[in-house]
């Protein structure tokens, strides 16, 4: 299979990339900062079985990079993770709030997803039983605030 993954510089995307390239697929690991990404780097044991490319899933421009790389890479993709997503610490109350965070992260957590599907949809078409996955969590989770009452975090 032909996987590629957002935010595989830690994290569960790292050990989705440790996974896959365990049973031996083809893993494209994007991460905005490859250079620093020593526990990624480090998995590239195989020559063309993980690609690492650099991908700010924020950037139209560096999505498109990275459409550009992966096309050369591959003709077509099975599986596609969205990832990649933040989680801003700072918010803790409406004191500490901040605008210019909340839409960051909400270009990061909701729109990337959809841009990264609309562009890389050829390849997911060209894939053998493609997969389009997008990772979330329960604190992102209306369902989640039955339980316990909003309070902080609002950009999440």
Do not use: W
Not at 76 to 100: Q, S, W, Y
Not at 117 to 140: D, E, H, T
């Amino acid at each position: 299979m032909r996987v590629l993954i957002t935010g595989t510089s830690r994290g569960i995307g790292l050990e989705f990339t440790r996974q896959y390239l365990k049973h031996e697929h083809q893993v494209l690991a994007c991460c905005r900062t490859p250079d620093t990404a020593d526990r990624l780097q480090a998995l590239k044991t195989l020559p063309g079985r993980l690609v690492v490319i650099p991908m700010d899933v924020a950037d139209d421009a560096s999505i498109q990079a990275a459409l550009e790389t992966v096309s050369r890479q591959v003709t077509g993709l099975d599986i596609l993770i969205n990832n990649a997503g933040v989680f801003p610490t700072a918010e803790r109350n409406l004191d500490t709030f901040d605008a210019e965070t909340m839409l960051r992260t909400f270009r990061i957590n909701t729109v990337a997803p959809l841009a990264i599907a609309q562009r890389f949809r050829a390849l997911l078409k060209s894939g053998v039983y493609p997969r389009l996955v997008s990772i979330g969590s329960a604190a992102g989770s209306f369902g989640a605030l039955q339980s316990k009452p909003a309070t902080g975090h609002y950009s999440y």
